[in-house]
């Protein structure tokens, strides 16, 4: 079945860091991926979303680009702030009838200032 | 921009009891989910509903549970004889024709004692 494997946590950085958190993913076909980003207490929200290989989403300063040679979904920004501490999960739903989302375990990021 | 609002936030229930999770879908939306995260753990799919009826389950989603659009507006998650294990973080989603767009609610935090 489908599965997203993505970097163990946490991950704490200095502001302004750079930051990389890894997705792999297993699915088949042309599944579409999505990054979605849980603050504190708070829910699900999408931060970015690419539905074909080589695609680049890009949201607030964050970008992945859509790898179907190595079946990835990278998270990267060039620079964090404090703000952007939260859990940052990976998912994909494939094409088709079959919509639910498929989530990885959650990567907590911390910015330190 | 458009909400999932998701009622109560918070339902502290009693082993065997029945709880009723209340969710009320973007209006246009066509397609509805539930999905649930216990705590640390990743998010995982429950079941999806559209055109008044069940169209996925996963193994999670037993004969404890059951959805229903009771009024055309709410989307509820029914958990019949609650059980320790039910204690998780349950969110609904919706989406309109594509599967690009999932909202999510809030959540509702269940703690069953």
């Known amino acids: 079945g489908d599965s997203v494997t993505q970097m163990e946590g946490p991950v704490t950085l200095s502001e302004e860091a750079f930051l990389t958190i890894n997705c792999t993913y297993t699915a088949t076909g042309y599944p579409s991926l999505f990054w979605y980003v849980q603050y504190p207490g708070e829910g699900l929200q999408l931060l970015l979303k690419?539905?074909?290989?080589?695609d680049k989403g890009s949201n607030k300063g964050f970008e992945a680009t859509y790898r179907k040679e190595t079946t990835s979904f990278h998270l990267e920004k060039g620079s964090v702030q404090v703000s952007d501490s939260a859990v940052y999960f990976c998912?994909?739903?494939?094409?088709?009838?079959?919509?639910?989302?498929?989530f990885g375990s959650g990567t907590q990021l911390t910015v330190l200032p | 921009e458009p909400e999932v609002t998701q009622t109560p936030s918070h339902q502290v229930t009693q082993m065997g009891q029945e709880v009723i999770l209340r969710c009320v879908p973007i209006?246009?939306?066509?397609?509805f989910y539930w999905y649930r995260q216990i705590l640390g753990q990743k998010v995982e799919f429950l079941v999806s509903f559209y055109n008044n009826e069940i169209s996925e389950k996963s193994e999670i989603f037993d004969d404890q549970f059951s959805v229903e659009r009771p009024d055309g507006s709410n989307f509820t998650l029914k958990i019949r004889s609650t059980k320790l294990e039910d204690s998780a973080m349950y969110f609904c989603a919706t989406h309109g024709n594509r599967a690009l767009g999932y909202t999510f609610g809030s959540g509702t935090r269940l703690t069953v004692v």
């Open positions: 209006s246009n939306h066509l397609y």
């Open positions: 690419a539905t074909k290989a080589d």
């Open positions: 998912a994909l739903t494939r094409s088709g009838s079959a919509r639910q989302l498929t």
